[in-house]
Every structure is written in C-alpha cells, then in structure tokens.
C-alpha cells in the first residue's frame, strides 16, 4: 500500500494538550510508518512547555481549524477529547476519507439511548454508531481491519476486558452475582486540569476512591460483556487513584461454574492469549511458581505495574481461594498506552493493513 | 489508683526492634501514665540507629533475659513479635502479675485448633486461651477492662471490623456470599526484613498483590463477625501494598438484606460511633456533601489516608451503587496505630482503669 | 499566671485554611494550655472538609472581621497569610493586649527598605518593625520571652539557621565566598492553590528546581547571618521541591577557617545544642558512627527526614571532605512544624512564659 | 558493513541481573541491528523472574563460562559488573575480536595509580588502559569510533560532564574553587541488593544523603575535566538518593570568569550541542522562558526528570544569580540510561560504525 509507506503517512490528533494527547504524539513520533503529526491545541502554548519529554521533537500544535482544512490530506485523525466533541467533529474528517480513531466515550455504545444514559447528553451523530467498532484490538481484530471508525476503549475497560475475557468466553464465570472488578489508576488518569484533590500534597501516601456510587466504565463493560457472551453480565466496578502518576492495577473477583485451579487457569489463559508473544503480542501471562528456591512463599508471583508501564503489554495473571471458590484474576496495563494511546495506534495499525506491533514494540522501564 | 500515677508505670515491649515496636515505644513516650520503657532487641543495635526518630528519648534496649527478670516490677508487657513467641513468654509475665497485650496473632482465636488450622503450629498455651479477649476496644471494652490478657487484632483484621460493625451487629448484611473486602496496606506493614520485592525501586509507583488465594486474617475476621452476629460469616479478604509506606486504605462491598440509601446508612453509623467524639473517640464517620459549592460532584467524599496517618483514628465513610444493589463501605486506618501499637495502647488504658484516649490525642498530620 | 491555666487561653489563626493554618489548628488542640482556637477563612467552606485530618475537633471557621471583634479576648494571633497582610493587621491585635506571631515574612526584617527590596512592597507598619523579634527561639529566646511581636523564621531560613549557627557564631566559617546551601522542600511547601506543575501526575518521580535566581529565604538569612556574627555574610541559597509532602532536606557546604574533622566538630554541635534534650529540646545532633558491626561503611549516618517529619525537631549531622577541605552540614526538619506551625507555638510558649515545650513533644512518625 | 545486517549482532552482557543488565538487555531487544543477546548470571533464576517487565522477550540467562564459550562470535560484550571483574575478563573477549564497552569503573582512569587510589584494589590490566576510551559519546566520538575498548561513563559523571562542558571548554569557568555539583539520584541507581536503607518504608518521603565525605565520582570527573580544559579542576561532588526509582536531578553551581546572563549563556550551549536534535541528537537545551501568558513567573522553566526519565535525552538549562554572581546549570538524565545503558549503546553505535541513534530514539514517559 503505497500511502503507507516508510514515514508517509500523515496523522491528526485533536485534543493535543492532555496526557493521552500527548502520549499520542510521543509513540507515533517513534512510529516507522507515520510522516507528520498534528496535534491541536486551543489556546498559544508551546508544545515543549506542554510535553517537556518531546522536546526537540519538532511538533508544534495547530488549531482545530487549522486540521481541518487540511482534513482533504490526513490518513488518521485520533480524538483526545472529553466526551461530547468527537461524535460532532468526526464525521467532516470520515467524509474527506480519513480513518477516525476516537478515544473519547463517544461511539463506544451501539445505541445512542445508552450514550445518554451514561454520559447524560444525546448523541449527536446516532448513524455513525453503526459502523463504529469497539477497538479491543485483540478480541475485535476482524472488525477493526474492516472499519473506518474504531471507539476505543476507556482504559479500565480495556484492562477488564483482557483480564476477563478467556473465561468470559469459555462460559466459565457464574453471571449469577454481578462480577467484583476493583480497580486503582495513576493521577494521569484523571487528566490535566489542576484540582486541590489532586495536588501532589494531597494524593502522596493516599489512595482516592471516587465514583462508587457507579463508574462509567461498568456500563461500557456491560455493554461489551453482553456482546461477548450472549447474556446480560452485570458488573460491580470500583475505582480509585493510588499514589503513581501511570498504570492500571485491577483486580477482579469470580466465582466460576465450576471449580479450576491455578494451573488449570492459567492453561486457558496461555490457550487464549499464546504463550510468549506467539499469538497475541501485548496480552501476556504470567505463571510464575508460587514457591521459590528454597521452598519459600514468593512475594511478587502476580502482576505489577512495574511490568508494564511505559509499554503496551497488558499482564495477567490469577489465584484461587479455594476454601471460598473465588477466582481472582490480575490485570495490569499502562492506562495511557494499552489503556489508551498505545491501543490507539495498535487499532491504526490494524485498520490500515499495517503489521500491528508498529510503534509499540517496547517493554516497559 | 496510685500505680497509675503520673509517669508511675513501667512497661515492656518485647520485639522492639520492629516498625510496630518502634511505634509503640514512640506513643508509649508520650503517655503521660507511663514512666518506664523497656524495649527488647536480640543483638546489638543502638536504639537511635534502629530508630532514628526517636533520637534523644534515652530509650535503649534490653535482653528479654533482662526484662524477665524484672517481670516482678513490670505493670504491662506488649509483644510485639512474630507468631509463635507470645504464646510461649506470656504466662510468666501474667504470672508475675503484668498485664499482657499481644499484638501478634498467638491469641486472636479462641480455640487452638482453628489456630493451627491458620498459623500452622500447635499452640503452646490453649489453657490461656479462655481468658484472652479480642482487642477491638470499641466492641469489647467490657470484657478488657476485666482481663489480664488482650489479642490485639490484625490491622486488617480490626480495619474491617470497625467499618461493618454497625451493619453486622443491625443483622442488616445479607451472608448468603461471602463479604468481599479489598484492603491496600502500607509498606511498613511487610515488616522491616529487607526483600527485593519490596524495595523502594521495586515497590515505588507500582502495587505488590499478595496472598490471593487467602489471607490469614480473613479466619480471624470470619471468627470475629460470627461472634458479632451469631451466624457463619465468609470473607473473602484481598490483600495488597501499595506505595506508600502507612496506612490502610479498605473497601468493603455488601448487600444489604434490603435497599438503605447512603444518608441512612450514614445515619445509622453516627448511631452506633457517635458524631464526633461523643461516643467513640477514635471512630468518626466522614459523611461529607457529595457536591460542592457550585453543584459540581465533588472529588474528595469518602475517607483517606490523609485523614488518618499519624493517628489512632479510624475513619469510615460509604456509598451505595442503587443500579447494582451494592453498599461500599470505606475504611481507613494507620496500621501500626489503630492497626497496632495505638490499639494496644488503648487496650492498656481500658484494662488498667486509665482514660481510654490518653496519650493517643494526636490528630493525623 | 492565671490565664495560662490549663486549657485558658483563646487564640485566633488568621489564614486557617492552607497547609500551614491547618498544622497550626492541629497542634493547638493538642495543646494544654489552649482552650479556644478560632481559625478564619474567606468563603463559606466547611472545616473538615478542608483539614479532613482534624475531622471530629469541633474546629469551625470564623471570617478576619469576627475574630476582630473578640479581639480584645484573645491572648494570642497567629497569621498564616500571604506576605502583606499581617502588617496591615497585627496592629490592633497588639493594641488590644494579643501577642501575635506572624508566620509570614512581614516582620522578619528589621529595616522597611530591605522588606521592600525583597518583597517588593512599602512595608504598611514600619513602626512596629522595632518591636518585632526574629523568632528563632533556641538563638532568641531571651529577647521573644519579653516580646509581644515575634516573626517567625522562613522555613527553609530557621533550618539553615539551626544547621550553621555553632559554626557561625563560634566565627569558624570562611565567609570569603558565599555559603553554599542546597534545600529540598515537600510539596506542602508550595501551598494549596492548584498549580499544574504541582499536580501529582507533574511531581511525582521528579524534583522541581526553582528561584535559581535567588530564593526570597537568601536574604533573610543574609540578614540573620550578619547579626549573629557581626559581619556580612553572603548565602548562595538553592530550593526544589521533592517528591513528598513534608519537610526540609538541608545541605550546607563551608569552607572553615581551619581544618576540623567530622568528631571535632560532632563535639562543637554537642556543646552548643546539648545531647539529648538536656540543653535544646528540639535540636537533636545524629552522630552516628560511620562504621557498622562488620567494620562496612554504613548507609544511613546522616540525618534524614524520617527522623522528625511530624515533630518539632531539627537534626543536625556533617561530615567532613577532607580532599578538599569542606565541610558538609545535614540538616532536617518538618517545613510545617519546626518550619512553620511547631516553631509558632514554642515562640508563643516563651513569650507567655510556658513551658516552652508545652504542646509539641511528639516524636516524628 | 555485512556482519551489521538487520538483526545481524550478537551481543553478550555479563552481569545481566541488575537494574543496569535488565535495562542494556530491554534496549538491545529494541535495537534493529541486534540479533542475539546473551546475558549472564549466576545462580539459576529464571529472566522473567528476574526481570518482569522483559516477559515475552525470550531472553535466558546463560553463565558467563557459557558466554566465554561463544566469545569468538560475538561482535560486542557489555559489562555490568561490579568493579573489578571487568579488568579482569575484558582481555579475553577482545583478543577473539569482540568489541567491550566496560560499564564499571575499570577502565575509566587512565593510570593504574588513580584507579587505586579511588577503588582500592591493584588494576589487572594496565596495559589496557591505554587503548579504553571514555565514553562520553559527544565528546569523545571521533576516539570511540576508532576503539575497542570504551570506558563507560559514571551515571553521575556523565551527566555533569554533559551539563558543564560547554562553560569548561570555553574557559568560561573560574576554576579557583571546587566545582560546586549536587546531584539526586533514584534508589535504582544503589543497586538491586536488598539493604535495610533502602527499603520502599525507608525511602518513601525521604532523602538519604550518603558518601559526604566524597564519591567516587569526584575524582572520575576531575581527571576527565583535567582532559578537557588542560588544567587541574577540583570538584566538590555531593549525591543523595531521592524518593523516586530512575533518574539524575543534577545541579552545579558556578563562579564564571566573567558574568554571562541566563540567554547569552542559554546561547552558548545552543551552539554548543545545536538546537533541536541538529547537531547532538541526546543533549538538548531547555530555554523556557522565564515569565508565562500573564507576565507571572513562570514555575517550571528548568529541566526536570519528567522530561527525560524512559530516554537517552540529557536536558540541560540554567540561570544566573545575578546579585551573588553565580551561574547554575541544571542537567537532568535517567542513571540507567544516558547514565549507563543507553549510552553503552550509543558507544557501541559508535564503534561499530552504525548511525548513533540506533535503539535510542524512543522520548520519555
């Protein structure tokens, strides 16, 4: 495909000043594929004094306006936008014929009564919802390749999902009760405007818990359950903030149909996801032995963040409370890449016919 | 009571070398009851190197060799050792006619078998059993202003305790499944054994899952709640640090055996703890307005470790998600204070007649 | 004294709702001789929900006009406000018999030019600049105890104070080239207003380097410097702010007139502060040994902020590069409490003649 | 060159379980010209144990006596051992043709006499040193191109060698006194060995000061800056630990030979390394101005580890104390990369003849 040639392609990116914005810029900067980037931005603003990590990257933002005259030239326009702007803004671009990857809520429900439902506003482009495609990459790939319009997902969402989704398809897990989802997101997560509950005094050595009357997310992840299993899935989902500026730290608490062990699990899981990278790339389990040398309890046998941040891997892996027959399942991913940016692109890649780990090929630090 | 004068005890802190040793001699400093403090270590160590923070109290340790030997003159001994040591040492110094507080889990279950079952080890004293009372001053205080011999809960353990409590007691849970309770913990909560795993570098901006498949004080929480209620109570317990080195940021959620919304249930624990200190000193229910001044939801509702880290308070605030059906109870605690030295301190005043809150007035910083 | 009986005294917190007003209301209650505490704000604003931490005390906000009209039963007034207004206001406070203890830099100058010249503003009460006691109090204590105006040391200032004083006053110090002198500060340093570069996403895992022209505290030391030793003396004084909410991180490095090693000098700060709390409660010299029990360098023999993040202390620690003939002061404290709110209230116990401990004997976390 | 093929190079790292090994072994994965990589360890532990962020990537550890083995094949060896034991092995891998880049201190004096006198220990292979370059890639290029042997930089050193050069080489520094340089370092820069010191509980909220009385790279750099300005430079080097795993928070506080403002300097060092990545593509300059949109001052104008911390990139800016005369630099690096294996990639770029930037280009986080 000629237009995809090295460094030929020419991207969007409204919503440039946020740190999915700017997350966004940094991993197509370091993508073989992509030419020019052009982020938006309201106001003056310089862009090293936005992201001070690309400095020297050259980017400089434009104006709304500014990208969309251009729009006639652009392979991709992503939208980094709070809820509400994508689904007006959209269409203009899909019409001069670029692909839209949207990382706002706005075409994540097929129906436009759910959007309201959730985000207390009515759609403003309800045909569009047709032919949007919900980006789990792993789970949607077919679609993906096919769509003009991909909805990626929230960041818990994401996480959740390849978390759940082995067992979730299998019919392994007992609907019966909603499923227990906790989940702790870096500060990042909660975006760039300065509030006091935020202020590095504030949050240091604290965890914030927020929205436990009922997180967007759930809604969204009932939606895609649904789909995925052919029945109503109701979720109970929690979340809060810890003491890290980046990454997703979720737990989730089953009770399955029938009793498995860890082994037994974990064997699913490497069936569905493949062992190393050999099957999906950025979905890896970890099985390591609960007892170490010296027949000792190991303390770091599950997920860390510390295994993901700054990349585009999800981990996972899980345990069983056999006394009370809960499975738990750990997920952890960098909430602005596979949460976000890094999902973003992987879906570009994907819907451009491109090999879909370009640009996203690191490990975490 | 003459003994209790002014600076007239004389305790003892066997394991004071220790995150929770440390703690209890530094509160113990400030007790204007107690006039003598002898903390115990193995080897040899300053006192002002294992602690730096409290250089200048003269403290310094003995053998426990040497502190048996003044057992006689002792009025209270803590143990502040690992499981195992206080079922062994205690006898003599209750003897002798000290008061003992143990603050490991040597005799948080009433019987020696469902302490095997959990710790592993026969117990060396299941004649003492019978006369040891459960340290949740709140719940117990009758029974500890009796007794010789006080278990100091888990921190865990008295974390969840306090914050469903009121709900428990009012038979308001449904038990049908099990209580499920997410706790986060500080680092000093892993004790001061240096391991790889928790290491700054490791531990900093990440969260360490750990015992998933059951922690030990979830028994010790199941034995505690069918005492309370008189029924069988199952808990599932998840258990994780996070990066910060104190406190115990917890979660509980529960059905209700019918729909309460969050300002009843609000109401129902000023009930029970009182509103401010005027029941319960150390408990205060945070039942902040959910919007703000410009009717903007409001980020900073329930309970956080700010509000406790320093202190013996424990803080307790909640919600209700009506779609699901589900109470989130959230619960926070310093956990080598209320979730340790500060409790068995409070143990000890209730136990020798004191004021209940001397030397714990400290608010949080 | 009669008013100072136990729990007497009325005191009025002018600026009760930032980092520094809010350390001062919790110290206050914990102190013995105080008996009513009237913080003031501007705006409606509850007070637990801006001190969550002092949840339960009872504490209300008044507005600057109703403490006004008790002015004449209040015994003390602290101002925790923005440079500017405590010259404006002390006045009447003092004319209706209050002490008053500025927190701000207002009075810290003894010449209204060298206000204006640092603070860039006409000093409002030039009169009262006479009166007005610098309050380091373990330097000043004869002059605050006859005082009815103390202004209270800069945080960053009374660290450094305290670290140099010895070797300043005993005129050991080459003051040929300036002092050199590097502080990191927490994050409550830089107030409650949300500031972008202070969210927690922004600092955390990075240090925030600022007023690498010249920190406003060079000055005031400058001045304080020249009246200890007689002389001028020039401070290169550098500031950041680190990765946690608490605290000053001090290092001075001074060439001395002739050489001294580390013991020497260990001596000298021994002398001058006492061992122990024999001499100067709150200045604790840390004089570890550089050797551990296998003759290995050890890792933790300088002061750190572990050691008094929470109480009123200063430790002092040096060293000595004897390659290059400088010598090396640590020095740490609490920015809010030695820094701040704790030096406030030692200032109030002095010049009310209170034990000059009353309130503020905690040891650090 | 063939044997640089796409994917052609077969790299071994001897001492591959520490921070710095897992870091060289995540950027060499990256690396489009690497093929095989072989790191070692002792015992048995498995990679991904060892390393969890490296899940997924294949790599085993292999003994260094395997690696001998295969020393004939291999086109670059890295050490990332202790000091000492690269002197010893390095002779081996160069006589079967392998390039060495040297992370440890071996070969970074060129007398065997300033090595003792630093490290403590007899140089075993003297006769080396002549021909080991040191590694400060922008200065030092056109040797290390034509090298075998590169010395590694210290992570400390380079970055205050990339930060001062400009001035140093320009003469523009009054050399009368020592160099005045602060540097914090993240706890991954005191290695992976468990110590009490180092704890997350320990660290968390703190500052650990450590070798006052001079670190082993005062002298490393003294030696390099004797190289540079042909004249002796003594510099007074003070390092600490800071609460945050990665990065070099840097300062140096300068007298010039004459007064230079913050843009005539700023200026200087555009000249020196370009702007933008033009001329040196990992050292960039940060010139912010100083006031923002309202004309207030501006708070974070100066480099901070964000802006580096994941990257090759040194960020450098500075300002002028005008009223005391003194210039500071600040320069800000992530230790484990541009402070070690990030720029061993480099040299090895370098020295192989491939473009610099290979493996290198991702921006930070």
Redesign the interface.
């Known amino acids: 495909m000629s237009r995809h040639d090295l460094k030929a392609l020419r991207v969007g990116v409204v919503g440039g000043t946020g740190?999915t914005g700017g997350?966004l810029c940094?991993l197509l900067?370091?993508h073989p594929a992509v030419g020019t980037i052009l982020p938006t931005a309201r106001g003056?603003g310089?862009f090293?004094?936005t992201h001070?990590?690309?400095?020297?990257?050259?980017l400089e933002f434009v104006t709304v306006d500014e990208l969309t005259e251009q729009a006639g030239e652009l392979d991709v326009v992503f939208f980094c936008t709070p809820s509400g702007q994508a689904m007006r803004a959209a269409g203009r671009f899909l019409e001069l014929g670029a692909h839209v990857v949207d990382l706002s809520a706005d075409f994540r429900f097929p129906s436009p009564d759910d959007y309201e439902a959730v985000y207390g506003k009515r759609h403003a482009s309800p045909e569009l919802l047709a032919e949007a495609v919900y980006g789990v990459t792993e789970l949607n790939r077919e679609r993906i390749r096919k769509s003009r319009l991909v909805a990626n997902p929230g960041c818990y969402a994401i996480t959740a999902i390849l978390g759940l989704a082995p067992l979730l398809a299998h019919g392994f897990v007992d609907a019966g009760?909603?499923l227990?989802i906790?989940a702790?997101n870096?500060?990042?997560g909660?975006g760039?405007t300065?509030?006091?509950?935020?202020?590095?005094?504030?949050?240091?050595?604290?965890?914030?818990?927020?929205s436990?009357?009922?997180h967007r997310h759930g809604p969204e992840l009932e939606t895609f359950f649904r789909a995925l299993t052919g029945e109503p899935v109701?979720?109970?989902f929690?979340t809060?903030h810890?003491?890290?500026?980046?990454?997703i730290?979720l737990?989730a608490?089953l009770r399955l149909t029938r009793e498995h062990g860890?082994d037994e699990l974990l064997g699913l899981y490497h069936d569905f996801y493949g062992a190393?990278?050999q099957k999906e790339h950025f979905v890896?389990v970890?099985d390591?032995p609960k007892l170490g040398?010296l027949n000792e309890k190991r303390?770091?046998i599950?997920?860390?963040?510390?295994?993901?941040?700054?990349?585009n891997?999800c981990?996972i892996g899980l345990?069983?409370?056999?006394?009370?027959g809960?499975t738990?399942i750990?997920a952890v991913t960098d909430n602005l890449i596979k949460g976000a940016a890094g999902s973003a692109i992987q879906n570009m890649n994907v819907a451009l016919g491109l090999d879909e780990t370009l640009g996203l090929?690191?490990?975490?630090?």
């Open positions: 740190y997350e940094r900067l370091g003056a310089s090293a004094t001070p990590n690309l400095l020297g990257s050259g009760a909603p227990s906790h702790v870096g500060t990042s909660a760039v300065p509030k006091k509950a935020l202020m590095h005094a504030e949050v240091s050595n604290a965890m914030l818990a927020y436990l009357e009922g109701e979720v109970d929690n809060s810890g003491n890290f500026a980046r990454g730290h737990q608490n860890r190393g990278h890896l970890v390591l040398e303390y770091e599950y997920p860390n963040l510390r295994g993901v941040v700054g990349s891997f981990h345990d069983h409370d056999a006394r009370r809960i738990k750990v090929r690191s490990y975490a630090l």
